[in-house]
């Protein structure tokens, strides 16, 4: 029950954003080999999890292959080869994490890596495209 009490909490107080906020910045601070504590009091008091940079790895192995495995289907069905990437541009907290981007880099070794602003580049894009959509004119 006391699980249960813990999901009702983020459900009627709709802590889920904040959440994801809390997250994300984790990802971000334990990106490079760093540790981290998510303090959770909204949710119940004193309870907090320590995050580090194994663990965050353990927890995410599994996407990583799945976002690379992403990249080579994307490449095969491009048809140009891994060879003929010139930039890989990386943006978002997940390019943080240097596992993520040997594996991409590895997949197109000769491309130059360009790092975007990690926080906002997302939605800086996404708001350029809403202005294309939407804009009068």
């Known amino acids: 029950t006391r699980l249960h009490d813990r ?18 910045q984790a990802k971000i601070e334990v990106a490079d080999g760093g540790q981290t ?3 959770l009091d909204a949710i119940e008091a004193e309870l907090a ?3 580090t940079h194994e ?3 353990e927890a995410v192995t599994v996407d990583l292959e799945r976002v690379v495995g992403a990249a080579r289907e994307t490449l ?7 060879d003929a ?3 890989l541009y990386l943006t978002g907290g997940s390019t943080g994490l240097s596992p993520l981007v040997q594996r ?3 997949v197109c070794p000769s491309a130059l890596l360009v790092r975007g602003d990690r926080f906002a580049s997302v939605a800086q894009g996404l708001g ?3 202005q294309r959509c939407f804009a009068p004119g």
């Open 7 to 24: 999901l009702m909490t983020v459900a009627e107080q709709r802590l889920g954003h904040a959440l994801a906020a809390q997250a994300e």
């Open 37 to 39: 504590r998510i303090a």
């Open 49 to 51: 999890v320590a995050v």
């Open 55 to 57: 663990r965050a790895m």
């Open 76 to 82: 095969r069905q491009a048809g140009p080869g891994h």
């Open 85 to 87: 990437v010139d930039v």
């Open 104 to 106: 991409l880099a590895a």
């Open 128 to 130: 350029l495209h809403a």
